[in-house]
């Protein structure tokens, strides 16, 4: 079975402190994704990349950064954390042109 | 641009029901369209795929039906059960390379 790990589940932390998400795959996927969801807007993507070093802006890629610099690891920064990131931030992979997305168990930050 | 409808918002039913969930999206050019599972405060659990050449797809209690030409998916569970209860999402993707485009989820209850 493909395994999407989230590193943490939950996460609190403070305005303004640089925060790190971690996503591992390790079912050998090109593609991995970034999505927050939130009540009454559903998941919106934020970044994604189809290889190593590789990204590419999703709907809301404003105040986010990712860094890909291993295939099987695809880490979500907020550079300077918002309240308005408060939010579940879910981890997704799939092969190239893979019908099926495969999600970690979510990450969920509260940031205060 | 493509949108996903999920209605109703919210279903509640007995122990024992068949129902049917709906989905319907905006632009019927699709790739693939897949339903997720989720439960509450956890990542999505891919269920069924259709690939946009197939018109249903089955896994044990789970039928999902596909008309692309009419923008519509439905999910039917026969025979239901208080586990079934959960948020279920559909999602389309545009093209083999495309992003999933989500719908915001039906909230399943399922009362012994």
């Known amino acids: 079975d493909v395994k999407v790990t989230q590193s943490s589940r939950y996460l609190v932390k403070r305005t303004g402190e640089k925060v790190f998400l971690e996503c591992v795959q390790d079912?050998?996927?090109?593609?991995m994704f970034w999505y927050r969801q939130d009540p009454g807007l559903g998941l919106r993507l934020i970044y994604f990349?189809?290889?190593?070093?590789?990204?590419e802006k999703g709907d809301i890629p404003e105040g986010y950064s990712v860094s890909r610099e291993k295939k099987e690891r695809f880490s979500l920064i907020l550079e300077s954390a918002s309240t308005n990131q408060t939010s579940m931030y879910l981890c997704?992979?799939?092969?190239?042109?893979?019908?099926?997305?495969?999600f970690g168990e979510g990450s969920r930050l509260t940031v205060l | 641009k493509q949108e996903v409808t999920q209605i109703p918002a919210a279903l509640s039913v007995p122990e024992g029901e068949n129902l049917v969930l709906n989905c319907s999206f905006t632009?019927?050019?699709?790739?693939?369209l897949q339903w997720f599972r989720q439960d509450p405060g956890k990542g999505l659990t891919s269920l069924l795929l259709?690939?946009?050449?197939?018109r249903e797809q089955t896994s044990g209690r789970l039928n999902a039906s596909l008309d692309k030409s009419s923008g519509r998916s439905t999910l039917y569970i026969a025979a239901s059960q208080p586990g079934d209860s959960a948020t279920y999402l559909c999602?389309?993707?545009?093209?083999?390379?495309?992003?999933?485009?989500f719908g915001k989820g039906t909230k399943l209850s399922v009362k012994p």
């Open positions: 990349s189809y290889d190593v070093k590789m990204k």
């Open positions: 079912m050998d996927h090109e593609n």
């Open positions: 997704a992979s799939s092969t190239p042109g893979g019908p099926e997305l495969f």
């Open positions: 259709i690939q946009s050449s197939q």
């Open positions: 999602a389309v993707k545009g093209g083999s390379q495309g992003n999933l485009i």
């Open positions: 632009d019927s050019a699709i790739y693939n």
